[in-house]
């Protein structure tokens, strides 16, 4: 399916469009995401003690992952649009499933419905892809890191909105605890209706049809073909190595950091000031990052990720459980680190694929990205129980140099001159 092009139709005003479009829509599914996770896991360990707390956000973890590839298939058959409202449609079912198990006190509804609302953050992945469709090439890293920095937003407000909709769920008649679920389902429907009225024409479709007109007519692109294009083409499959490395790297360490520092009984207030700055260094700094994968290229950001990441393994690792300070400046670096692989491996990918195979390379991006921090998280646990929090960001650090390696090969750099 392709969109009719007009003569008259001003691309870079569909694309501006766009991404005020899909910054939105990311705002709201983080509202949903980052309220509703602490949440799940109370729930869980509500009904069936602190083991099943870590359940919840595992469920939601599989959900993403489960999804990316059938949400892939309908951006490449039906566009950016259905893909996107169809992923925040089940995350909103997913919320309100949620609740019912909360009502009913039964905890694997609760965990379907978790696992239904990880597929928002699939969509919510897909967004930063759908900002680039219509992106010059010299543009496309900043477009990207757009959509990212919007998710700043709504993981700042949807924790610190916890208070108000567990009152607003009990005025209701409801478990405190299903509260961030209400209001994660409402603001989900609202993406729908959001990206239903105002994504339009649809970047993928349109983008397609550019390609078309410009190209002459192509196959119908097919989701396995990007295992294919993977298999021909290096600088893709470094895209992919460093979103998923760098996710896994992030995750190993960040999960494990809170249980570091309660060991020694730091309190929860200055455990949730670290995770905060950890945050603010994935996403506050989206904007800068992506001028400058755009500036100086996707592979040179990709290698100053890698080093970034290391650095916050070394400081991590050997900071006091009590240090606040020096943990705080780790596990910044961490989403700064993060940020850099992300953006830059993201907009390689994406460079080195033409328009009509993306969607389907995307997916198995965002697959490749949410199975590996779910094997980080469980290989963290692991570790830290056999040895220790040092030696785990000791292992963190294995990936990241095996990333930086594979980055600095010959025909790595031979692609980082030909592609800005």
């Known amino acids: ?148 920095w919007a998710g700043t937003i709504g993981a700042v407000l949807g924790p610190n909105l916890l208070q108000y909709s567990g009152a607003m769920a009990m005025r209701a008649g409801l478990p405190q605890l299903t509260g961030p679920f209400v209001l994660a389902a409402a603001v989900l429907v609202v993406s729908v209706l959001v990206l239903t009225l ?28 990007g295992i294919g294009h993977l298999r021909q083409h290096r600088p893709a499959l470094l895209g992919i190595t460093a979103v998923s490395l760098g996710h896994v790297v992030m995750v190993m360490v960040m999960v494990m950091t809170p249980v570091h520092m309660a060991h020694v009984d730091v309190s929860l207030q200055l455990i949730g000031l670290v995770i905060s700055v950890h945050v603010l260094g994935m996403f506050a700094l989206s904007p800068v990052v992506g001028w400058t994968v755009d500036r100086f290229g996707r592979i040179r950001v990709i290698v100053i990720g890698g080093v970034i990441l290391l650095a916050s393994c070394v400081i991590s690792g050997l900071a006091p459980a009590d240090d606040v300070l020096m943990l705080g400046v780790g596990l910044f670096l961490l989403g700064l680190g993060w940020s850099c692989t992300l953006i830059a491996g993201s907009t390689l990918l994406t460079d080195d694929a033409a328009p009509e195979d993306r969607p389907s390379i995307q997916g198995l991006s965002d697959l490749s990205m949410n199975v590996a921090g779910a094997l980080g998280g469980v290989v963290a646990g692991i570790v830290v129980v056999q040895f220790s929090y040092g030696a785990l960001c000791a292992v963190a650090m294995v990936p990241v140099v095996a990333l930086m390696g594979l980055a600095a090969a010959p025909s790595m750099r031979l692609r980082s001159r030909a592609t800005p």
């Not at 379907?112 to 900002?131: D, E, F, H, K, N």
């Not at 477009?143 to 990212?148: M, Q, R």
């Not at 993928?204 to 073909?225: C, F, K, Q």
């Open 1 to 148: 399916m392709t969109v009719g092009l007009r003569e008259d139709l001003d691309v870079r005003a569909v694309q501006r469009r766009t991404l005020s479009t899909l910054s939105l829509t990311q705002v709201l599914n983080g509202i949903a995401v980052a309220g509703s996770l602490p949440a799940g896991a109370l729930i869980a360990a509500s009904l069936s003690g602190e083991g099943a707390a870590g359940l919840a956000q595992t469920a939601g973890v599989f959900g993403a992952a489960l999804l990316a590839l059938p949400l892939a298939r309908l951006a490449l058959n039906h566009g950016r649009r259905v893909a996107l409202s169809t992923g925040y449609a089940i995350g909103a079912l997913g919320a309100v499933t949620v609740v019912i198990g909360g009502v009913g006190r039964i905890l694997w509804v609760v965990l379907i419905g978790c696992l239904l609302l990880g597929v928002s953050t699939a969509a919510g992945y897909q967004s930063r892809y759908a900002a680039t469709d219509l992106a010059q090439g010299a543009h496309r890293g900043r477009a990207l890191s757009i959509v990212v």
């Open 198 to 225: 105002r994504l339009r024409p649809d970047p993928y479709l349109l983008a397609r049809s550019i390609a078309v007109r410009e190209n002459g007519a192509t196959a119908h692109p097919r989701l396995w073909d």
